[in-house]
């Protein structure tokens, strides 16, 4: 149902590799679905958006593609993106409203380049001005985190494409590190788990299923199962097997380690000050990946620092987008934004 605003509305978006959402000052978030769009390759008309295009990931006909529009946390189709974005401004403010300001996420280690590639994508897709805002900074507003008082506060934001790990004092990042291992390696590092040990081919879609129901990162009390299909390499027929959770855990290994390692090389360069305080406070996960079945005990078991899951862990960034944006001066405070010389 399209919610219809007669005053202009502001919003923050999490745009994120894996899926985008969207908050609206005084309702919360609003909207939650995939990044992907499905097009028609005749005729470059959109088909479908969001949950509906990613049903059609792997199962199109020729003229029909499901994309992606948005890799490691950037935009690499710039068309589809603002296409996609204006699809989901529209459904979740209606068409009869004033342009939006419109809070975007981005991750820490994006360049001006890209900055400016998203913020022009909102700028096409409706918004009025466009503002920007790094995510661990998003994130930790949107966990409730004050970050505003001279004390360490630690970060981690695992999404879809990267990972970004922040510590944050006085309302800035102190030191930080955004790296291309998230939700999407763990889906590429199952993948290749099957084809070298079971020489079954799976979709994104079976690994991510996989991933999500008895995907581990540290060992269970009782161990879990789930039946997958898949293609055999060896026959080229359909083949179904029965996976566990302990060697989900041997195929997430690898990719879990380099995002503690990054981690621990964070706290190698806090200050002292700001590590004992991260000490007594811990360590904050945000972002789906946060959501892995156990990554916060082995966090806490190979850094020696506490470890916490926010609440409504994949939501903190798109809440924290809109926090921001309802107090911009806090904003500027923050990110040093002034982009707002230019928009407003």
């Given at each position: 149902?399209?919610?219809m605003?007669?005053?202009?509305?502001?919003?923050g978006?999490?745009?994120g590799?894996?899926?985008?959402?969207?908050?609206?000052?005084?309702?919360?978030?609003?909207l939650q679905?995939?990044s992907?769009?499905?097009?028609?390759?005749?005729?470059?008309k959109?088909?479908a958006?969001?949950?509906?295009?990613?049903?059609?990931?792997?199962r199109?006909?020729?003229n029909?593609?499901?994309i992606?529009?948005?890799?490691?946390g950037?935009?690499?189709?710039?068309?589809i993106t603002?296409?996609m974005?204006k699809y989901f401004i529209?459904?979740?403010?209606?068409?009869?409203?004033?342009?939006?300001?419109?809070?975007?996420?981005?991750?820490?280690?994006?360049?001006?380049?890209?900055?400016r590639?998203?913020e022009?994508?909102?700028?096409?897709?409706?918004?009025?001005k466009?503002?920007?805002?790094?995510e661990?900074v998003?994130?930790?507003?949107?966990?409730?985190?004050?970050i505003?008082?001279?004390?360490?506060n630690?970060?981690?934001?695992?999404?879809?494409g990267?990972t970004?790990?922040?510590?944050?004092?006085?309302?800035?990042?102190v030191v930080n590190?955004s790296?291309?291992?998230?939700?999407?390696?763990?889906d590429?590092?199952?993948?290749r788990h099957m084809?070298?040990?079971?020489n079954l081919l799976i979709g994104?879609?079976?690994?991510?299923?996989?991933?999500i129901?008895?995907g581990?990162?540290?060992?269970?009390e009782?161990?879990v199962f789930?039946?997958?299909?898949?293609?055999?390499?060896?026959?080229?027929?359909p083949?179904t097997?029965s996976?566990?959770?302990e060697e989900?855990?041997?195929?997430?290994?690898?990719?879990i380690i380099t995002?503690?390692?990054?981690?621990?090389a964070i706290?190698e360069?806090?200050p002292p000050e700001?590590a004992?305080d991260?000490?007594d406070?811990?360590?904050?996960m945000?972002g789906g990946?946060?959501?892995?079945?156990?990554?916060?005990k082995?966090?806490e078991e190979?850094?020696?620092?506490?470890?916490?899951?926010?609440?409504?862990?994949?939501?903190?960034?798109?809440?924290?987008?809109?926090k921001?944006?309802?107090?911009?001066?806090?904003?500027q405070?923050?990110?040093?934004?002034e982009k707002s010389n230019?928009?407003t």
């Open positions: 149902m399209v919610t605003f007669s005053l202009k509305t502001d919003i978006i999490d745009l590799t894996a899926s985008v959402l969207v908050y609206i000052k005084n309702k919360g978030v609003v679905e995939p992907v769009v499905a097009i028609d390759t005749n005729t470059n959109i088909l958006v969001g949950e509906e295009a990613r049903r059609m990931l792997g199109t006909p020729g029909i593609v499901a992606r529009p948005l890799r490691d950037v935009i690499s189709d710039f068309s603002q296409r974005l529209r459904t979740t403010c209606g068409r009869k409203i004033f342009r939006p300001r419109v809070m975007v996420g981005v991750p820490s280690g994006v360049t001006e380049v890209e900055k590639a998203v022009e994508a909102v700028l096409q897709a409706g918004a009025s466009p503002f920007i805002i790094e661990p998003a994130a930790a507003i949107g966990a409730d985190m004050d505003t008082q001279p004390s360490g630690m970060v981690v934001d695992i999404g879809g990267t970004d790990i922040a510590v944050l004092s006085l309302g800035g990042i590190s790296i291309k291992f998230a939700g999407d390696k763990f590429e590092a199952i993948i084809r070298k040990a079971h994104d879609r079976t690994a991510e299923d996989l991933k129901n008895i581990t990162a540290y060992p269970r009782e161990e789930m039946d997958i299909r898949g293609r055999d390499l060896v026959s080229g027929l083949k097997i996976i566990g959770s989900m855990r041997e195929a997430l290994a690898e990719t995002i503690i390692d990054g981690v621990r706290l360069k806090t700001l004992a991260i000490s406070k811990g360590i904050f945000t990946g946060a959501l892995l079945y156990g990554l916060d082995l966090m190979k850094t020696g620092v506490p470890v916490h899951v926010a609440e409504n862990a994949i939501s903190c960034v798109a809440y924290g987008t809109g921001a944006l309802e107090n911009l001066d806090l904003l405070n923050i990110t040093g934004n230019k928009y």
